[in-house]
């Protein structure tokens, strides 16, 4: 295979992490930006139809549902082609989905444009931080991770800021153009992506080893050193892990029934778990009808509706960068049992003020403000917990081997669930009302005993320690085992480490003799 030159050492880091950094960015302006077209006055009057609730969910849903399935893609393709081919495909599906919904003039189109782009963005957030962790170096590559989830919430408070921007602008460019906009984001991903190197560790699950020596090499800045000894050890290191879980490996059907050793799909769904219980805590419902919400249940104007979605996303943006300090101060099990029962408290305070908004109109005005604060605590405490967290979750549990699918099985579950609260979100708002809000108040706390059941703490673990919890413990209750809820990692892996270190080391046959 032939490489376009690209730059090496922290240069090539920069590449990558731009890659990365912008996808997810274009994530999080999906999913904020469709908000201001949904009570635009050109789109209701272009698209009628999108007036009635279902209409209107499905048109906004359709993104996740098409999202879903690029996810799948991902999943079935995604180490066949490796990682960059693929975001290549997503970047391609996603342009062609945006420039019909930019120019479409009937409904049945715009679908067909979202469910495109969405199909793009599954392919996308899916592959994008999977690329970023195999050639990140390894003491930023947490942080880099995070830096990606950080942008995707710099994309989401630039969409809302839009919208508002915006709102006194009655004609077509008043959504025409923010979905237009999307296409800046291709446009640097696509600048920077030649520049990139392929993976090294799926160069090497494809028997590639020059190529993957010369990749490692340049992302080290040092492809003109190939004989470096930290770069063989390392890739000693790599080719060990691949001959251990080679050794191991068993049929995908043992997998499903949890008969490898490793308890893979134990491990799948404490990941794909993570994701639904993210969206499942409203943020989609709130992200996508905020201010549909604000004008309807609340009884703001358009105008202030908007200022308030963009204040709310900067407030948000506030959150995910203190959740950057905590999420490894505090733990990944603590942050998420706050959550939960922060965020549920925050939506039966905002249930129960609408109702009495509803009993006594005289206090309508009052009461509104408290519901409106109660959004914007919701969002900083989801913020802090379940926003990043299960993305850096998801990056740490699932087993080497799996990591590429199991990170597309995991972004599979946060689409469909986020297709499932889209569709019906506006329905149940115009159907239960003040009521619709209690479901989201149940459903946070309902995560409290699931995690502190099931989920293991995952903070200042390596990922050869996740392979040591699961290899020799069977039960799939956690918390009365020590060393699996504290955050400091337990003495005992570390003695583990250790062990693996002193082992002899496994020859990788011909692989240095190149």
């Known amino acids: 295979m032939v490489y376009l030159p690209s730059p090496s050492g922290k240069w090539q880091l920069i590449c990558l992490t731009l890659t990365n950094s912008v996808s997810m960015a274009h994530f999080g302006y999906d999913q904020g930006i469709f908000a201001g077209a949904l009570i635009s006055a050109d789109f209701l009057e272009v698209f ?42 997503g970047l391609v599906v996603n342009v062609i989905g945006v420039v019909l919904q930019i120019a479409a003039y009937h409904l049945p189109q715009m679908i067909v444009g979202r469910v495109l782009n969405g199909f793009g963005m599954g392919i996308l957030s899916s592959t994008c931080p999977v690329f970023m962790a195999e050639t990140s170096p390894s003491p930023i590559r947490g942080k880099l991770v995070v830096l990606g989830s950080l942008c995707n919430t710099v994309g989401f408070c630039i969409a809302n800021w839009m919208n508002y921007a915006l709102f006194d602008n009655n004609g077509p460019s008043q959504w025409r153009f923010p979905l237009g906009f999307q296409l800046i984001f291709p446009l640097i991903v696509v600048t920077f992506l030649p520049l990139t190197v392929e993976s090294p560790r799926w160069l090497l699950l494809e028997g590639r080893a020059s190529d ?14 190939l004989n470096d000894k930290d770069l063989n050890d390392d890739l000693r290191s790599i080719q060990k892990v691949l001959e251990q879980e080679q050794a191991t490996r068993v049929s995908n059907v043992d997998v499903l029934f949890c008969r490898d050793s490793l308890q893979t799909a134990r491990r799948l769904l404490l990941s794909c778990g993570t994701q639904l219980m993210q969206q499942f805590s409203g943020v989609n419902a709130l992200g996508y009808y905020l201010p549909t919400l604000l004008i309807e249940s609340v009884g703001v104007s358009s105008p202030y509706a908007r200022l308030l979605t963009g204040a709310n996303a900067s407030l948000y943006l506030g959150a995910a960068f203190v959740c950057l300090v905590l999420v490894d101060f505090v733990g990944r099990r603590k942050l998420m049992m706050y959550g939960s029962v922060a965020m549920g408290s925050c939506y039966l305070i905002a249930a129960i003020t609408l109702k009495e908004a509803n009993l006594h109109p005289e206090e309508k ?46 972004t599979a579950t946060n689409w469909m669930s986020g297709f499932v609260i889209i569709q019906f979100t506006k329905v149940g708002v115009d159907n239960l009302g003040w009521a619709f809000y209690l479901l989201f108040a149940g459903f946070c706390w309902s995560f409290l005993p699931i995690v502190f059941l099931f989920y293991p703490e995952t903070s200042r673990r390596t990922l050869e320690d996740m392979d040591e919890i699961f290899r020799h413990r069977d039960s799939l209750f956690v918390f009365r085992d020590r060393a699996l809820t504290q955050r400091n990692r337990p003495r005992e892996f570390s003695e583990a480490e250790q062990r693996r270190v002193t082992e002899a080391p496994i020859h990788a046959h011909d692989l240095w003799s190149i």
């Open 365 to 410: 005005a009052g009461l509104g403000k408290v519901t409106v604060s109660m959004f914007f605590l919701y969002y900083f405490c989801y913020g802090t917990s379940f926003a990043k967290v299960p993305w850096v979750y998801n990056s740490e549990i699932n087993s080497l081997g799996w990591r590429t699918r199991g990170a597309a099985a995991a």
């Open 212 to 225: 993957a020596r010369r990749m490692l090499a340049r992302i080290r800045g040092i492809e003109y050193n």
């Open 48 to 89: 009628p139809e999108t007036k009635a609730p279902g209409i209107s969910g499905i048109t906004s849903s359709c993104f996740s549902l098409g999202a879903f399935f690029g996810c799948l893609a991902s999943f079935l393709l995604g180490d066949r082609l490796g990682r960059k081919k693929p975001i290549y495909v």
